[in-house]
Each structure stands twice: as structure tokens, then as C-alpha cells.
């Protein structure tokens, strides 16, 4: 019969393999896809490339901008979390070539299916895109890089939560991770520019708090500020993060924590950081 420790081993091992097969995957995504033809990749990357450029500051956000004007559209007013994150990551770089690479395709047919097969959203030059990396294609790739292992740690997460509500069956855990770590689309989102890879590591983090607060069956300043930090963090990184408040609360009456906890969250409720 197998010891506590050759389960922990073989437990571990089949996590590491999972958390292994969807780095090298979510890496292939990435290297393969084009510059800017990804999910809304067109518009996130100029938003992290504004806060680089000013400052760590934001744009405004004015109706009847054009494109060269205001190439972020509507990710300008987005919660900044994840453009400032990326934008740590890239100020070094000069990406003063953005223009060149993100040269929209006026022919474009996305979404529709016609003979000439023109989907491409932008037009592509294989010499500035090639590796070696430099200017906008080395700082998109550094960022496409940071959302690898923004989704990694959701993965993880994920078989926390597992284990964290079937403690006596390892292998819920182990299939949480391996059904998001596999499922094609988290792949490919995971794998480009999108602020959804921060918000779904925040949101997991957050229902693994309010797991952990719920078993403990009372609230402590140990598990009421990881909570409320990470619930903040999460209004940060996208709006709908927000919803979650009433599971926070929630759980927080399950809990029995204090009502000064309430208070805080309702202090932070308007707050996007």
C-alpha cells in the first residue's frame, strides 16, 4: 500500500506535468500567432504602450477619436491593473515602431467567410516580426510572456481549489487543473495580450480566499486581508470582477467574520485602482 508520501510524490508529479504541458503549450500559441491578430490584441497592446510612454498615467477617453488618435478604443476604460503591469515590464523598450507593424488591413473580412480568405486585421511585415525580437514585437512578446504566467498560476489555483473542497480526492484537484490548463481557448487567450488573464488568476485567488474563509468558519486579520487585497487587486484588472462582491459578503456572513471587514469592502466597492 502506498505511503502519504509516494501519493504526495505521485501527486506532485502529475501536477508538475500538467503545469509543464501547459507552459510549452500556451508558449507554442504564442510564438505562432501574428502580432495583433488575436483577441482584441489589436487594441490592449496600444493601451499598455500609452501608460508606458506617459508615465504610468492614463489616457482620457474622448467620443469620435480616430484610430491613430486613440488606437486602444475601448480598453482606455478599462480598470489599469494589467496595462501597468505590462507597461513595467516594457518602458525600457523603444516601441516607437508600433505603427509600422500595426498597420490595419483595410480588406479585411473578419468574422466573414469569402473566397479570397482575407482575414488578417493587420498588414504583416515578416522582417520586423521575426526573431530576434526588437521595439513593439520584443515588448508584445515580454507582455504575451507575463500573460503565460498570469494563467499558469490560475491553473495552479485551480487545483488548489480542487483539493481545497475534496481534500480526500487529489484527483479533483488534479483534473481542475489539467481541464483549464487543456481547454483550447483559455490556451489561446492565455497566450496573447488580454487583461482577462490577470482578472481570471484574480477571480480563482479570490473563490480560493472565500473557500478557505467559509471552512474556517470565522473571519481573522490572517484571512480578511489576503481577502480584501485580492478582491481589490481584481477591480483593478477588470469591472467584472466586481460581481464577486456579493460572494465576498456572502461568505463573510457564513464566516462570522467582523463587521469591520464589511466596512472595508464597502469602503473599497467604488474603487478601481
Keep these: 500500500m502506498p505511503t502519504l508520501t509516494d501519493r504526495f510524490a505521485r501527486e506532485s508529479f502529475w ?13 507554442i500559441y504564442s510564438l505562432v500567432t501574428p502580432l495583433f491578430e488575436a483577441s482584441d490584441e489589436l487594441w490592449h497592446y496600444p493601451m499598455v504602450k500609452y501608460v508606458a510612454d506617459h508615465d504610468f498615467g492614463l489616457p482620457v477617453q474622448r467620443p469620435g477619436l480616430s484610430d491613430t488618435e486613440a ?11 494589467y496595462y501597468l503591469i505590462g507597461a513595467a515590464a516594457t518602458f525600457w523598450i523603444d516601441t516607437s515602431d508600433m505603427p509600422e507593424i500595426r498597420r490595419i488591413n483595410p480588406h479585411a473580412n473578419i468574422g466573414e467567410i469569402w473566397p479570397d480568405g482575407n482575414v488578417n486585421m493587420v498588414v504583416h511585415d515578416r522582417e520586423r516580426e521575426s526573431f ?59 497566450a496573447i495580450i488580454n487583461n482577462d488573464n490577470l482578472s481570471t488568476l484574480l477571480a480563482s485567488l479570490l473563490l480560493l480566499l472565500i473557500v478557505r474563509l467559509i471552512k474556517s468558519g470565522a473571519g481573522n486579520s490572517r484571512s480578511d486581508l489576503p481577502l480584501s487585497v485580492t478582491w481589490r487587486w481584481g477591480r483593478g484588472a477588470r469591472l467584472s470582477t466586481f460581481v464577486l462582491l456579493g460572494l465576498v459578503a456572502r461568505a463573510g456572513m457564513l464566516a462570522k467574520f467582523q463587521i469591520g471587514f464589511m466596512l472595508q469592502l464597502l469602503a473599497l466597492a467604488p474603487l478601481i485602482v
Design 15 to 27: 501536477l508538475v506535468l500538467i503545469l509543464a504541458g501547459f507552459t510549452v503549450l500556451a508558449t
Design 132 to 190: 530576434p525580437w526588437s521595439g513593439t514585437a520584443l515588448a508584445m512578446h515580454i507582455v504575451r510572456f507575463l500573460s503565460i504566467l498570469m494563467s499558469l498560476g490560475t491553473v495552479y489555483v485551480n487545483y488548489c481549489l480542487g483539493r481545497e473542497l475534496f481534500p480526500p480526492a487529489p484527483i479533483i484537484g488534479l483534473a481542475a487543473a489539467a481541464f483549464t490548463a487543456f481547454n483550447p481557448m483559455f490556451l489561446f487567450v492565455s
Design 71 to 81: 488606437p486602444w478604443r475601448q480598453e482606455g476604460g478599462q480598470p489599469p491593473l
